[in-house]
Structures are given as C-alpha cells and as structure tokens.
C-alpha cells in the first residue's frame, strides 16, 4: 500500500522541467538556492525514523519538533518589476526579424505573484511532509490530529506549512485533504525582527560587516557563499543568544511530550477515554525565515568552522562547514526526533538531530543519538533563562531591514 503512496508522491514531480527539479549544475545561489538543487530528493522506507536501536533498548520515536525556513518563492516586489521593465525594454527595441517570438512572450513574473510560494517550492514541502510523515508512520498515524503547526504572520511561512501538512498526509496514506493554517507566532519565528541589539551590534556594525564587503569586492564574490556567515551565525554572541524564545519553545514542547507520555504510559485504565487523556502535538512544527534558520544553527553549535571565512581564506576554506546554498536554502530545515527507549526510567529518552534530512552529530555529546537530558542540560542558559528583550537590550524599538 505505501510503495504505491511513493509512486503518487513522485508522479507529481515529473510535470516539472528537469532543470528546475536539478538545477543547472553550479547551484550556489546564496539563501536563493531552491532545496533539491543543493538536497536531491532521497527514496524513504515506511518507519525508517520510527525505530532506534541503542545499547540493545528498541527506542521508538514519540514526537518530531521541526522547525523550517518557507519553501522556493519569487522575487521581492521590485526585482519582478525590473524583470517586466527589462521585458518591456526588449520587446520594444528587437529589430531581428528572426526574434519575432518576442512579442508575444509571455512574463510569468508578474509583480502579482511577489513573494509567494512558487511550484517548485510547493513540491519541496510537499517531498518533506511526505518524507517525514511516511518515516514516522507509526507516530503519526492516529495522531495526525494532535499535530501542532506555526508559521510567523508573513504568508509564504504560512502556505509552506499547510503544503508540508499535505505532505505529511500523503505520507500516511490518508485521503481528504487537510487545509491547515498555520498559528502565527512571531516571537519565536521573528526573533530577529525587533531585537535592539541585533540590529545594532551586527546589521549595522562596520567592523563585522568588513569581511562582508571585502568578499564582495573580491573576484570571489561571483560564488555567493559566504556572506552570511558574519550577519546570520557566529560574527556576534547576541546573533545565537537572540534565537532563545524558539530554543526554548522546542525543548519545553519536547518536555511537555516526554511528560505527557509518561502519564498516558503509566495509566493502567482501560477506559476508552484513556486514549484521550495525556494527548501531546506528536509533531511540533514550524515555518520561518532564513534569519530564522541561520541564527538557530549557530544556537544549537552546528556548521562552526576551526577558523572564520575571510575574504582572503577563500581557498583553504574550500571543504568548510557553513555554506550558505546547501545549509540555508529554501526550505532548509531541522528535525529533532525524540525517542522513548520503553524502560519506564525518568532519563529513559534519546534525540537524534536532522538538518537537511542529514543527521548531524550533536555538540552537546559528540554522537547522532544523545541522552535527552544531557542535550536538554547544555542548552539550559537558553532553554531556562530566556529573557529576550534583556538579550536584545530592547529599550528603544529600531526595526531592522529584513529579507528571508
Ligand atoms: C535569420 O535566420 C536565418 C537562418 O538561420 C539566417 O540565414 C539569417 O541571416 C537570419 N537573419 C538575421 C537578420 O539575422
Ligand atoms: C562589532 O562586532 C565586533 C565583533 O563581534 C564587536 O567586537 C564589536 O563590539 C561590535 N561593535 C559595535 C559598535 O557594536
Ligand atoms: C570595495 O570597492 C569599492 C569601490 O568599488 C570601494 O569604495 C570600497 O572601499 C571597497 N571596500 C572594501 C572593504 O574594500
Ligand atoms: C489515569 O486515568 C484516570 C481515569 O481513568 C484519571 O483519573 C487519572 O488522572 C489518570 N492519571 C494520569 C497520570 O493521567
Ligand atoms: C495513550 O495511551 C493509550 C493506551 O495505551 C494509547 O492507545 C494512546 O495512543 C496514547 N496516547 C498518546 C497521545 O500517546
Ligand atoms: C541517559 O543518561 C542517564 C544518566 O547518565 C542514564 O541513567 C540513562 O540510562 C541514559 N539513557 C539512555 C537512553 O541511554
């Protein structure tokens, strides 16, 4: 039965120009880079997540958090209308007969559809729902109704969600379509927006922004790799320190799960209403920005380099960790799938971290399976003690320049 849900799945993929689906080969377009041209979509096997064998316990999963950045989407308003000022400007000056075709092209950037989720980047999301819907079959299945979603109140977040939400629905094989609509919570998906401190110690410090320009002026700068490096993760401590309200959004729902869990678990009752009792979200999911995405990486301590990408370093850099086309694409996104090992002991859960569908070795005990708890206690300053407008030094409100 869900062999043939892989066979729907990647159906809807051929009405797509191969081009679009791969690429054109040199696929460095900065946060601009559309995910399966830096992440090519992967086969997946029902339950493939679901089941974690660790010194001999079989764990199985009880709760996905996600946490993504919107899906592919078009141009801001006024590069679509330098592309209709540039289509204006050949249509009315091509004299070569040959080109006649001209006239009657068509634009299919019109100012319209500014921003918004293109076909391509409904397909991302909906490979990645579908993804981890069938991967955690089990845990969804039955429960699809506890799943908890959040996008911040700009609209692409909130159509990538209910896209991934299709997704995750054609991954458990169920039928009628489910329309979500995303919670807007900016407070944990615009951190960034608003944070005094940010704007002013990173956005607008000459110093930090050095490299940046240096890079830019340098013949390297065609690639477009880097650039974010100093703005989005480790150019200033308040850059991960500002992520604290989704930091501790998602380790508090991981706790609400390992709580709720455990009550259900231990609740003998045979009453059919048991299975009502001690619900938790199974899945936590949220849709925001690149400055959403960037920031948080640098929180958790992921892709940190030995060194600095300089403007001059450019070349020993080359095998670097952070590269912005493969780590914050569209859709880039990061699942922490939380574990129960079925042993009824209070430190009895893992957490595996997924970036890109990849799993990543976690800081906080150097392997892809940790203890909960030990990766719960090295981001507790965060987790505990997040104090936002203290760590944004918000006195006076300065709205930064944000694009994501
Ligand atoms: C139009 O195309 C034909 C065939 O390729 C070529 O012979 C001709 O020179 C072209 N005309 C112009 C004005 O470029
Ligand atoms: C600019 O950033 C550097 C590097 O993080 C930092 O040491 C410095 O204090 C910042 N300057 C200002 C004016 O915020
Ligand atoms: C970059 O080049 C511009 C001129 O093209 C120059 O004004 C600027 O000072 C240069 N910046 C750096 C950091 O080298
Ligand atoms: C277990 O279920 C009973 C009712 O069947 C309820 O009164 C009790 O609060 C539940 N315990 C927990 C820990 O949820
Ligand atoms: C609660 O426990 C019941 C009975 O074991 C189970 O069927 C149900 O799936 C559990 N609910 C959750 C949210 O885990
Ligand atoms: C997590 O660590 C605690 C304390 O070291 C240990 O008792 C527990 O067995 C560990 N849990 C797992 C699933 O390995």
């Not at 892989?6 to 081009?19: K, M, R, S, T």
């Not at 974010?228 to 500002?242: F, N, S």
């Not at 999911?285 to 300089?310: C, E, N």
Request: hydrophobic content about 35%; charged content about 20%; some cysteine.
């Amino acid at each position: 039965m869900f062999s043939a849900i892989f066979i729907f799945v990647a159906n809807c993929f051929v009405f797509l120009n191969a081009d679009i689906l791969h690429g054109y080969g040199n696929n460095k377009f900065a946060v601009k880079t559309p995910y399966f041209w830096t992440h090519p979509q992967k086969t997946f096997m029902p339950n493939e997540l679901y089941t974690l064998r660790h010194n001999g316990d079989i764990c199985h999963a009880i709760q996905l958090n996600f946490i993504s950045r919107h899906a592919a989407r078009y141009n801001e308003p006024d590069v679509m209308d330098s592309f209709s000022t540039l289509q204006n400007k050949i249509k009315s000056s091509y004299a070569n007969s040959n080109y006649s075709f001209i006239s009657t092209w068509v634009n299919n950037y019109p100012k319209s559809k500014a921003n918004t989720v293109t076909k391509l980047g409904f397909q991302e999301m909906t490979y990645l729902g579908a993804k981890y819907g069938n991967a955690l079959l089990s845990l969804f299945t039955s429960h699809l109704d506890t799943v908890k979603v959040r996008s911040s109140h700009v609209q692409r977040t909130s159509t990538s969600g209910s896209a991934f939400m299709d997704g995750v629905r054609i991954g458990i094989g169920s039928g009628s379509p489910l329309n979500i609509t995303p919670v807007v919570d900016d407070r944990i998906m615009l951190f960034y927006d608003g944070c005094t401190k940010y704007a002013t110690k990173v956005l607008g410090n000459k110093t930090l922004l050095q490299e940046k320009y240096e890079f830019r002026n340098s013949t390297m700068f065609r690639n477009m790799i880097r650039q974010d490096y100093y703005t989005r993760l480790y150019g200033h401590p308040v850059i991960a320190a500002m992520t604290c309200p989704l930091v501790e959004d998602v380790f508090k729902s991981m706790d609400n799960a390992i709580h709720n869990y455990k009550a259900n678990k231990s609740n003998k009752s045979k009453l059919p209403s048991a299975l009502y009792r001690n619900r938790y979200p199974v899945a936590d999911v949220r849709f925001g920005h690149s400055p959403t995405i960037g920031p948080f990486l640098a929180a958790l301590g992921l892709f940190k380099d030995s060194q600095p990408p300089t403007a001059r370093n450019f070349a020993a850099m080359k095998n670097r960790l952070f590269s912005v086309n493969t780590v914050v694409p569209f859709s880039a996104n990061i699942g922490f799938i939380l574990y129960d090992c079925g042993n009824g002991l209070p430190d009895d859960q893992l957490v595996r971290l997924y970036v890109n569908e990849e799993p990543m070795v976690i800081p906080a005990c150097g392997s892809v399976t940790c203890n909960y708890s030990d990766v719960r206690r090295y981001y507790s300053s965060m987790v505990d003690k997040c104090n936002w407008d203290d760590v944004c030094k918000n006195v006076n409100f300065l709205p930064p320049n944000i694009v994501g």
